[in-house]
């Protein structure tokens, strides 16, 4: 049972553009939603995050939006650079999960110069 | 340490052999996790310790596999009479406590090679 899906294994944008990767749940109690960016031969590293209560958190470049009706997440990069080619996960968790993260798939992001 | 140190990085064992995974966590971190990437598929949870407590073993995919934590610090994930579907790279996490998953801190993982 996936509980956290990410439909897309890859994605491919020029530099500059936006990149739009998405993010599918399916557990309701789910409540607290992340991206993960991990490069070859590396751990994953914490990227971005949304509390529930909110649809919508900015960092720079990083925008994450929720839609808790549709149970669906997606993280917006503007503008994609080079150093952005990785590959992203994303995570949820609920309060009874423990702390315990479930990630999806991952999508392969590549951005082309 | 200043990040979460995994050993080895690379390891290749023989089917039916056993294999030991090493975890070193921040110093200080009360939560530690192992989760393992195969080919092609997301990050699947498999065992967590969150200080003394009885552990999370929910995600060991069968009793050939167990970890323990000593003196609440380093951690070893055992995998016993090793199969070809148990390759992967095994990634270990630690964290100050049992928080919402931004304060994970990641090793860079054990790519284990059963052949």
């Known amino acids: 049972d996936q509980q956290v899906k990410q439909n897309s294994p890859s994605l491919s944008v020029q530099e500059g553009r936006i990149s739009i990767l998405n993010c599918d749940y399916t557990n309701s109690m789910f409540d607290y939603f992340l991206w993960y960016k991990k490069y070859p031969a590396e751990g994953p590293t914490f990227l971005i995050s949304i509390s529930s209560i909110k649809d919508k958190n900015e960092d720079g470049r990083f925008t994450v939006f929720l839609n808790k009706s549709a149970k669906h997440l997606s993280l917006h990069i503007v503008p994609s650079q080079p150093g952005d080619s990785a590959v992203y996960f994303c995570?949820?968790?609920?309060?009874?999960?423990?702390?315990?993260?479930?990630f999806g798939q991952g999508t392969t992001l590549q951005v082309k110069p | 340490g200043a990040g979460v140190s995994q050993s080895p990085s690379n390891k290749v064992t023989e089917k039916g052999k056993d294999v030991e995974l090493r975890c070193d966590p921040i110093?200080?971190?009360?939560?530690l996790y192992w989760y393992r990437q195969s080919l092609g598929q997301g990050l699947e949870f498999l065992i967590y310790f969150q200080g003394n407590s009885a552990p999370d073993k929910s995600g060991l995919p069968s009793d050939r596999f167990s970890a323990e934590r000593t003196g609440g610090s380093v951690s070893t994930l055992t995998i016993q009479r090793t199969q070809q579907e148990d390759s992967a790279v095994y990634l270990c996490a630690s964290s100050v406590g049992p928080g919402r998953g931004y304060g994970y801190t990641f090793g860079s993982g054990t790519r284990l090679t059963v052949v």
């Open positions: 110093s200080g971190h009360t939560a």
């Open positions: 995570a949820a968790t609920g309060s009874s999960n423990t702390g315990k993260l479930i």
